[in-house]
């Protein structure tokens, strides 16, 4: 079972960071990913992360402004989103799979949802 959390309101320009603990079985052997939805839009990819923590994947839309990272050991994944803007307000949902890939298909086991709002 995986819990997203760190969702909140923030100003533009404003900073956050995204929890996604896993629970019940380790999700350590696995790729996690980030994905958000926008009201009336679809699913998009934000980020990944392998495994070990050593490979990374990243929208254009949020190079250089997100960072994901994890932690084995809490057997939680995090993803700092700074230079927020009101284009980044969405639901966050953290998700595993067997590949580091960007697309939804790719992930079997999902979060419910975080919330991220940016006023301008």
């Known amino acids: 079972q995986l819990q997203a959390s760190g969702g909140g309101t923030v100003q533009a320009g404003g900073s956050l960071r995204l929890s996604c603990a896993a629970s019940?079985?380790?999700?350590?052997?696995?790729?996690t990913g980030w994905f958000r939805q926008a009201p009336g839009k679809e699913r998009e990819f934000v980020a990944a992360?392998?495994?070990?923590?050593?490979?990374?994947r990243y929208a254009d839309s949020v190079k250089g402004r997100f960072t994901i990272s994890r932690d084995n050991a809490k057997n939680t994944v995090y993803l700092q989103m700074n230079s927020l803007t009101a284009e980044d307000t969405a639901v966050y949902y953290c998700?595993?799979?067997?590949?580091?890939?960007?697309?939804?298909?790719?992930?079997?086991?999902w979060g419910q949802g975080t919330l991220v709002t940016v006023s301008s």
């Open positions: 019940g079985r380790s999700s350590v052997a696995y790729a």
């Open positions: 998700a595993v799979g067997r590949m580091l890939v960007i697309t939804r298909s790719g992930y079997n086991s």
């Open positions: 992360i392998g495994w070990r923590g050593a490979s990374t």
